[in-house]
């Protein structure tokens, strides 16, 4: 199964709002080649690197690993504080103010960023990478006996 923690990250943080780095820190490469829905990273048969895997730096996917781990500290936190504040049930027969407030406060879905995408396809990558080099992932499957 290729979803993983980043992929779950990915599902279910798809609008969280995560500032952007400084201009201080170099920031991850930007290859044309993102992650596509129902695309699999290309690795094992022909033992190539995957596109983004193999033009970044062992201290790219470093940094990938911790800009990764920051964004979902951040979500855990700005989910906390939806799940503190949830919207109420839009199908209530009448709309009163206090729901209306209560809809108008609650705190926005966040937004995830293109550098946190780029380096959550990274490290996806890498992971999925090291997995099928390691002998832990095979692309071929045992049949049953019998």
């Known amino acids: ?13 798809t609008s969280l709002a ?19 829905p129902g695309r699999e990273a290309a690795s094992g048969s022909n033992g190539q690197e995957p596109p983004l895997l193999a ?16 964004a979902i500290k951040e979500a855990a936190v700005h989910n906390k504080a939806r799940f503190q504040n ?3 049930n839009r199908y209530l027969p009448t709309v009163r103010d206090r729901f209306r407030r209560a809809r108008d406060n609650a705190p926005q879905l966040m937004e995830v960023s293109p550098e946190v995408r780029r380096a959550a396809a990274l490290v996806a990558e890498a992971d999925a990478w090291s997995a099928s080099r390691n002998g832990t992932s095979s692309p071929y499957r045992r049949r049953a006996a019998g």
Request: cysteine-free; glycine content about 4%; aromatic content about 2%.
């Open 18 to 36: 995560i500032p952007e780095a400084s201009s201080a820190e170099p920031s991850l490469p930007s290859h044309s080649a993102g992650l596509e």
């Open 55 to 70: 033009k970044a730096a062992p201290q790219d996917v470093a940094r990938a690993r911790a800009i990764v781990q920051d």
């Open 1 to 13: 199964m290729r979803l993983s923690l980043i992929g779950a990250f990915a599902l279910t943080a």
């Open 86 to 88: 949830p919207t109420p």
